[in-house]
Structure formats: structure tokens, C-alpha cells
């Protein structure tokens, strides 16, 4: 017991900087103009977008490009029935962006083709939130989900003859810690902690075709993202306590967790006209789940019984989202043009029905947005784009039947429903 | 009872002070080889941290990447204290333009500890510890900023710097088997946030055409505050007791990673041609530094049944936080760099001449008086005088082909410091520690890769 305070304490001191990091774009997409054509970009992107839908398309900017922007969501997620208590409630998202484009100016035959470009979203109070609760405990994953920084950076290559390839990254923070306890010379319990924030990356690559010159025709684009975990791991071991045993404490879980996934997408331009059809595949089947083991069996002696809780695979499901985005460009006047933009999508959820003890909601969700943007160049002395958009998330209403034999707290029917709003609006400058 | 008093005692451990792995050790080869004396002739992506100012005169897009490496030797009587070394990439961008006509320019700077985005390492309040020097290493540092040149004699510049904080909860409940751990029925959760921390930066720069140039630059203070709260709620299982309800809770409340502000003013003498004599005076405002000891509240429910040789632990008694009591400082810095020596073609870049292949020279000063207080009682924050020397050379092929119009330089740097022994006399005979002395050494270097437009 007194080992078990001296943990209490160890732990809490361990986490003095536990983190655990989610990735908004993959709730909400990336790029004021993406999010107001459903997140469609993978070949219709355009500037910082592209970073995380496209890197390739990062080589069709021609312009030094710094772009600052606000983001905003709301939350209204419901969870009714048996044991559950309704509106669950959740911080808003409130977040500034930054985002730079960097034609590098080569000359011979490496001119204009090679572009540097980086995008930030960061919560205006939050940089990370790792919030995993109890598994009776019900919550919505996508609401905390949003609240974390994302950091992407990528390089476009325009190879010619309508090819265009592109590399990046995308980054978060992940923890790693160990508090050893031991009881030293003097008998006295001695304690080092240490903990650690450690970047994790994912690969983002992609590649983009041009049927003839993309103003008059078509472009196939298909990117890569790999797996993202933000995973936090802080292990407390203790020795030397005396009479009583204590096995290897993990703090630890998944509080962040973006699948492998490859989108496909066409981008046709017809008139004033572009229209972006998209397929995103995102294997879901790899998530862990959120929560790990406290004691883990794994680290029991060969000839120890060990019965501690093991939390079982979450069997999420692959999916595949499609999306389809359409934009609308005018120029009113000479320097000025404008667009309007729509898309919708359709996002299936990967989450199982939860009929025992967790409560780890997701539904299917049907994303609506709409977006501007406005353009001003020459003869326009004010080199700015402005981008805006609107985007609507409703979730599919969902049943789930609890059944105490299966571990739930009550027997009986929750429905899970709710509705995402999103908006935000970004100025960029041209130099 | 003790052992509950010696976990008290961790809780009052704390963290380290901090100033940012630039202000310690030089953010990229050329400011690094110029002991940080470029406050007033910063113009690549080190400019972020010396003076934003500086940015808006980069003649064209410039990319740099790089790494860095110090040993650091740092003794408590003659015995190495463990101070881990420094090592990460550092990297950075400056993109200019105009704007209006204006010349405009935003940055990006990072250094990137390659161990770890953040590092702390909770001790107790007594414990000896290099205060300025340990745990530092493993602060991620990350800058982006930009300026403006409205006048051909003045330049403005500012920008953000991150850092981030914690606060949070968690819980574990279930079972403990006081026997069988593996049996031990424990669930755990987790609702931390970590927490965004800005600090501005601002500078600015005043160019006097044909001698050279003055800057000045404000850099903010960041403190990194803990927030945590725990909540152990279940039972323990005792072969005699049976199960044994337990609840315990704590709040601790403590300051990391402090970060002083900092005011710089630097002049830049370039009357002779290719030469550059820079002088910076720092101001560091560490008498702001306040103790990094957390504050505790603790309470445990724990109740036996009579006769069970459980030792119920007390709850530890609040801490008595003594005071830091650092002292400002001035760190004086001068840095030179000569780049007379060149050899090959004459080519014109940005409307400047320059010569195929350019090796500049650079060598450097710094002295660091410290801002600690003579350590006589129970604390033992250490730190001793600085004293670094640096030197530097770049090689750089300057419009070497069509497809490269700018440059491409690699700088490289080496530092040197000593931290002569410094005695700490205890007022207490009976101190648990003792008196001891203190010095070191630390030897590092890097190099910084820089493409230029």
C-alpha cells in the first residue's frame, strides 16, 4: 500500500507533462479552400492545401505565398438511453493556422518546378489533448480528436509532360516516461522520473496526372498518408518495496490515431467550372483502440499467473469516404476573382456497435460545406486571397444495444446522433 | 511513514530553468561562430532569434539545414554530474519579397533535439543539479517571424516562439494485489491537455550605409506550468484484510522550463571592407526566475482493520519553497567575421559581385556571469561563470550552375567553454549535502547546409 502511494504520487508527477496529440484534418480536412469542397484536393488542390492532400501539386505554384487564418468548431453530440446522459459535452475547437508556399527559383530546367510548402494548425490553448477516459465512460473520439496542433510539411516536383510528384511529412507529438521507485541506502524510498515528448511522423507522398493543360481538361491525383499515433507511455516500475509486489504500471494509450490511407481523386475543369470526385480509403483495422492495459501480462515473470484486464482488440473496420467537391470561379472585374465552392461527403464510420462495457462512440457522418474565395492581383496593388468556408457535419443516427451479460453498465438501446459545425477563413499574401 | 514522507519529498522535486538552446549554445553555424554577436548582423534564418529584423535583408529565399553537437563536462567536486549532452538538427527558412513595395520577409527557425521534443527531469528541492545547463538539451525550440524594411535604414521585425505546458488529470482504480501484482484487477484514464506557450519576440534594425549597422531586440519570458491532478480510488487486497478501501487524491501545482526575458542591443562595424566586428550586450532578467519546487496537496483515505500490519501513511506536510534569489545579468558577446578570402570567377548575384568560391572566417567571445547565488543552504541549484570561444569557416559556391543561380554554403563552427570552479560553502555543518565545488568544461560544434536564391 504505502508503494501504492508512493506510485499515486510517482504517477502524477510523471505526467506533469503527459501528452497525447489528435490531427484536426482528419476530422475537418486541411485548407480553407479543400474544407469548402468537402475535402477534395488530392487533384484539384491548390497552394497550401496541397501539403497535406497533394504535396505533388505544391509544383503548380508559381508565387511566395504566407497565409494566416482562423478555425472554429462546435460540438453537439448525443448519447440517449439506457445509462447515458445525453448531450455530451465538448470544448470547442478555436485555432489559428499558418501556412507559407516557396517557389524555389532554380534556374536551367530545374525553373519553376520545385516548391517548398508548410502548414500549422494550432488550438489557440491547446496543443495537444489526451483524453482517455474510463471505457464505460462515453465519448465521441472526433470531438477531442480536432483538438491538437498539426504540423505538415511537403515538397512538389513538376516533372513534366503533365507528371507532377510530391513527398512530405505530417507530425505530432507522442510521450514516452518511466518513474523508477526504489528504496535506497537510508531506506528511504528514492524516485527518478523522466519523461519524454518525442515527434512522430507519417509519411505523406503523392503524384498528379494531367490529361493536356489542366484549365481545359482533366487531372488525376492519388496520395498517400501513412499511419499517425499519438501514443503516450509512461511506465512505472518499483523495486525494493519490501514485502509487497508491484508490477509494471502503464499509463499509456492512443489519444491520437490517423489510419494509413490513399485518396484517389479526378479533377475536371469545364467553363468557370471545376468539379473534384475523390475516394479516400483509410485502414482502420490497425487501431488499437485508446486505452492499453495498466498491468500488462506481457510483462509478468514466465512463472506468474497473470489475470490483470487485457483490453481487447476494438475491431474497427476499413472504410472508404467519398467526396465530391465543385467550384465555381468569376472574375467581376479586371484583377478580382472570386469563387464559390459546395461539396459533400460521405464519412463511414469505422467504429463497431458497442454493446458491452465500452462506450466508444462514432457514427457515420455526412459532411455538407460551402466556401468562397477571393483573388486580387494585377493590376489589384493588393496581392491577397481570401479563402471562407462553412462546413456542416451530421451524424447518422445510431443504435447501439447494451447488454449487461456483455459487460454494459444497463441493458437497453442508446441512440448516438449530433451535429459538427465548422467555419473558418484565411488571408493570404502574395510576394 | 517515511516512505509516504520521502514521496512527499519527490513531489517537491523540480524541474530545471531553462533558456532556449539558442541563447546557450547558437542557433546555426554563422551566428554560432560568432558567439551570438550578430543581434545587428543577423540576415539568415538565425535572424528569427538574434533580431526578426534582420530578415527583411536577406536578398533572396534561403534554406538552411543543419546539426549541432556539445559535450558537455560538467563536475560537482571533481566527479562528472551527468549533465547529458546536446545534440538536434536545426533548420530554418527566410522567404523575402515586397509588399507595396516594401521589402517583407517571414522565417521560420527550429532546432530539433533529435532525443526528444521536451525533457524534464523532476529531482528534489535539494538536490544537486547544473540549474542552466541539465535537461535544457531536449527543449524543442520553434520560431516563426517576420519583418518589414519600410526605410532603407530601418528595419522592424517580431514573431512567436512555442512552447507548451501541462495541466491535467488521472486516475487509476480497481485492485491492487498486495501478493499476486499480476492479478491485480487496475484500470487507469487519462484527460491531460497540453497547453500552447507564446512568447513574443521583437527587433529592430538600424542600417548606417558604408559603417555598418545597431539592432535591438526583446526577447519574452515563457514559464511552463504544471497543472495535475490524481485521483486513486479502489481497494487493496490483503491476504489477512481482505480488501481494503483506499482513496487518495493530490493536486500539484509547479513552474518549468522557465525562461527569462531578455533585452539585446548589438552593433555591427563594417567599415572595412569584408570585415564584420560585432559587439552584443545582453540583459537577462533571471531575478524573475521563481522556484520550480511544485506545491502539493495531498490527502489518503486509508483505513485497516485493527490488528493488520498495513502502515497507513500520513499525508505530507505542505512544502517550505525557498526562494531562488537569481540575479540579472549582462553577457557581453563579440563575434568577427571576415570573408576576404574568395578566389575564382566574378559573377553578380542579387546585384552584388562575388567571387565562384567564397571562405568566410568567423571567431567569437561570450562571457556569461552567473546568475545564481552562492547555494548555503538547502538548496543546491549549481552554476559557475561561462566563459565560450568560438570559431568558425563556410565554404560557399556561389552561382556554381544554371540551376542554381544564388549559392550553396556550408558553414561549419566549433565552441569552447570553460566554467571555472566555483566553491559552495554550506551555513550548516549538519547539511545533508555538504560543501562542494563545482566547474566544467562543455566542447561542441555543427555545420548548417544553406541554399540561397
Redesign the interface.
Known amino acids: 500500500m504505502r508503494s501504492g502511494m508512493t506510485l499515486g504520487l510517482v504517477v502524477a508527477l510523471a505526467l506533469g507533462t503527459q501528452d497525447a496529440m489528435p490531427s484536426p484534418q482528419e476530422v475537418l480536412g486541411f485548407g480553407y479552400r479543400s474544407m469548402g469542397m468537402a475535402s477534395t484536393g488530392a487533384a484539384i488542390g491548390e497552394g497550401v492545401d496541397t501539403v497535406y492532400h497533394n504535396p505533388a501539386l505544391l509544383s503548380a505554384s508559381r508565387e511566395l505565398v504566407l497565409e494566416v487564418g482562423l478555425l472554429g468548431a462546435v460540438f453537439d453530440l448525443h448519447a440517449d438511453g439506457a445509462g447515458m446522459p445525453g448531450r455530451l459535452s465538448y470544448t470547442p475547437l478555436r485555432a489559428t493556422t499558418i501556412g507559407a508556399i516557396l517557389p524555389l527559383p532554380f534556374g536551367g530546367v530545374l525553373e519553376d518546378r520545385i516548391v517548398l510548402g508548410v502548414g500549422f494548425v494550432t488550438p489557440v490553448d491547446v496543443i495537444v489533448r489526451g483524453r482517455i477516459l474510463y471505457p464505460e465512460v462515453p465519448q465521441y473520439l472526433l470531438a477531442d480528436r480536432v483538438q491538437s496542433v498539426a504540423v505538415q510539411g511537403g515538397l512538389g516536383v513538376d516533372l513534366g509532360y503533365g507528371v507532377r510528384v510530391g513527398g512530405g511529412f505530417a507530425a505530432l507529438a507522442a510521450l514516452t516516461g518511466a518513474v523508477d521507485v526504489a528504496t535506497d541506502a537510508s531506506g528511504r524510498i528514492g524516485t527518478t522520473v523522466e519523461d519524454t515528448l518525442v515527434a512522430s511522423y507519417a509519411p505523406i507522398v503523392g503524384a498528379s496526372y494531367e490529361f493536356d493543360a489542366f484549365e481545359t481538361a482533366w487531372r488525376l491525383g492519388l496520395a498517400f498518408r501513412g499511419e499517425l499515433v499519438g501514443r503516450f507511455n509512461v511506465v512505472i516500475t518499483a523495486q525494493d518495496l519490501g514485502a509487497l509486489n508491484v508490477p509494471p504500471l502503464n499509463i499509456s494509450g492512443v489519444a491520437q490515431y490517423d489510419p494509413w490511407q490513399i485518396a484517389a481523386e479526378v479533377g475536371h475543369v469545364v467553363g468557370a467550372w471545376r468539379f473534384a470526385l475523390n475516394v479516400t480509403y483509410k485502414h482502420w483495422p490497425a487501431y488499437p483502440g485508446p486505452i492499453e492495459a495498466t498491468v500488462r501480462c506481457d510483462d509478468a515473470p514466465p512463472d506468474a499467473t497473470c489475470t490483470a484486464p487485457q483490453p481487447a482488440d476494438p475491431g474497427y473496420s476499413p472504410v472508404a469516404a467519398p467526396h465530391l467537391g465543385i467550384e465555381w470561379q468569376a472574375e467581376p472585374d479586371e484583377g478580382v476573382r472570386t469563387a464559390l465552392r459546395t461539396g459533400y461527403a460521405f464519412e463511414p464510420s469505422p467504429a463497431p456497435e458497442q454493446p458491452g462495457r465500452t462506450s466508444w462512440l462514432d457514427n457515420h457522418r455526412h459532411v455538407v460545406s460551402l466556401g468562397f474565395g477571393v483573388r486580387l492581383f494585377d493590376p489589384v496593388p493588393l496581392p491577397l486571397d481570401v479563402d471562407g468556408f462553412v462546413q456542416v457535419q451530421a451524424l447518422q443516427p445510431r443504435s447501439h444495444q447494451k447488454d449487461t451479460a456483455q459487460g454494459a453498465i444497463a441493458s437497453g438501446t442508446v441512440e448516438t446522433r449530433g451535429v459538427v459545425l465548422a467555419a473558418g477563413t484565411a488571408v493570404g499574401v502574395r510576394f | 511513514m517515511?516512505?509516504?514522507?520521502?514521496?512527499?519529498a519527490?513531489?517537491c522535486?523540480s524541474?530545471d530553468a531553462h533558456a532556449s538552446v539558442p541563447d546557450a549554445y547558437g542557433l546555426g553555424s554563422r551566428s554560432a561562430a560568432m558567439a551570438g554577436a550578430v543581434c545587428a548582423d543577423a540576415h539568415d534564418f538565425s535572424a528569427g532569434y538574434y533580431n526578426a529584423a534582420g530578415l527583411a535583408e536577406a536578398p533572396?529565399?534561403e534554406?538552411s539545414a543543419g546539426y549541432m553537437f556539445h559535450d558537455q563536462r560538467l563536475q560537482v567536486n571533481g566527479l562528472d554530474n551527468g549533465v547529458d549532452d546536446v545534440h538536434g538538427l536545426v533548420t530554418g527558412?527566410v522567404?523575402p519579397?515586397?509588399?507595396?513595395g516594401v521589402p517583407?520577409a517571414?522565417g521560420?527557425g527550429l532546432h530539433?533535439p533529435d532525443?526528444?521534443?521536451?525533457?524534464?527531469?523532476?529531482r528534489r528541492q535539494s538536490t544537486p543539479r547544473w540549474e542552466l545547463y541539465d535537461a535544457r538539451q531536449?527543449l524543442?525550440y520553434l520560431e516563426?517571424s517576420?519583418a518589414v524594411r519600410p526605410w532603407p535604414f530601418l528595419s522592424v521585425g517580431g514573431g512567436l516562439a512555442?512552447l507548451?505546458a501541462?495541466r491535467?488529470r488521472?486516475?487509476?482504480?480497481?485492485t491492487?494485489d498486495?501478493?499476486?501484482?499480476?492479478?491485480?484487477?487496475?484500470?487507469?484514464?487519462?484527460?491531460?491537455?497540453?497547453?500552447?506557450v507564446r512568447f513574443p519576440f521583437v527587433g529592430l534594425r538600424l542600417i548606417w550605409e558604408g559603417w555598418g549597422a545597431v539592432g535591438a531586440t526583446y526577447r519574452g519570458q515563457s514559464n511552463l506550468d504544471?497543472e495535475?491532478?490524481?485521483l486513486?480510488q479502489g481497494n487493496?487486497f490483503h491476504p489477512l484484510a481482505g480488501l481494503?478501501p483506499?482513496v487518495?487524491e493530490?493536486e500539484?501545482r509547479?513552474i518549468?522550463a522557465f525562461t527569462p526575458q531578455q533585452v539585446a542591443v548589438g552593433i555591427s562595424f563594417q567599415r572595412i571592407a569584408d570585415l564584420s566586428i560585432n559587439f552584443d550586450l545582453t540583459w537577462v532578467n533571471w531575478s524573475a526566475y521563481e522556484s520550480p519546487t511544485?506545491q502539493i496537496q495531498?490527502s489518503?483515505d486509508?483505513q485497516p482493520p485493527p490488528g493488520i500490519p498495513?502502515?497507513?501513511?500520513e499525508s505530507p506536510a505542505p512544502t517550505a519553497i525557498v526562494p531562488p534569489d537569481f540575479r540579472d545579468r549582462f553577457v557581453p558577446r563579440v563575434g568577427v567575421e571576415y570573408r576576404g578570402a574568395a578566389f575564382g570567377d566574378t559573377r553578380v548575384v542579387h546585384d552584388v559581385e562575388r567571387r565562384l568560391v567564397e571562405i568566410p572566417l568567423r571567431a567569437g567571445y561570450a562571457y556569461e556571469a552567473s546568475p545564481v547565488p552562492d547555494q548555503n543552504g538547502e538548496l543546491n541549484l549549481i552554476d559557475a561563470d561561462r566563459h565560450t570561444v568560438t570559431v568558425g569557416v563556410g565554404v560557399a559556391l556561389v552561382a556554381p550552375?544554371?540551376?542554381?543561380?544564388?549559392s550553396i554554403a556550408i558553414d561549419g563552427h566549433a565552441q569552447f567553454s570553460i566554467l571555472p570552479e566555483r566553491t559552495f560553502l554550506k551555513d550548516s555543518p549538519a547539511d545533508f549535502v555538504g560543501d562542494y565545488s563545482v566547474s566544467g568544461t562543455m566542447v561542441g560544434g555543427g555545420a548548417t547546409l544553406t541554399?540561397a536564391?
Request: aromatic share 10%; hydrophobic share 55%; net charge negative.
Open positions: 517515511h516512505r509516504t514522507l520521502a514521496a512527499a519527490l513531489l522535486a524541474s533572396g529565399i534554406v527558412v522567404a519579397g515586397k509588399i507595396f517583407f517571414f521560420i530539433l532525443s526528444g521534443i521536451s525533457f524534464i527531469k523532476a531536449k524543442l516563426a517576420a512555442y507548451s501541462t491535467g488521472f486516475g487509476i482504480r480497481g491492487a498486495a501478493v499476486s501484482p499480476f492479478e491485480s484487477k487496475l484500470e487507469h484514464e487519462v484527460d491531460a491537455d497540453l497547453t500552447s504544471l495535475l491532478d490524481a486513486l487493496v481494503v483506499l487518495y493530490l500539484a509547479t518549468a511544485a495531498a489518503l486509508l498495513i502502515d497507513v501513511p550552375a544554371d540551376e542554381l543561380p544564388g541554399v536564391f
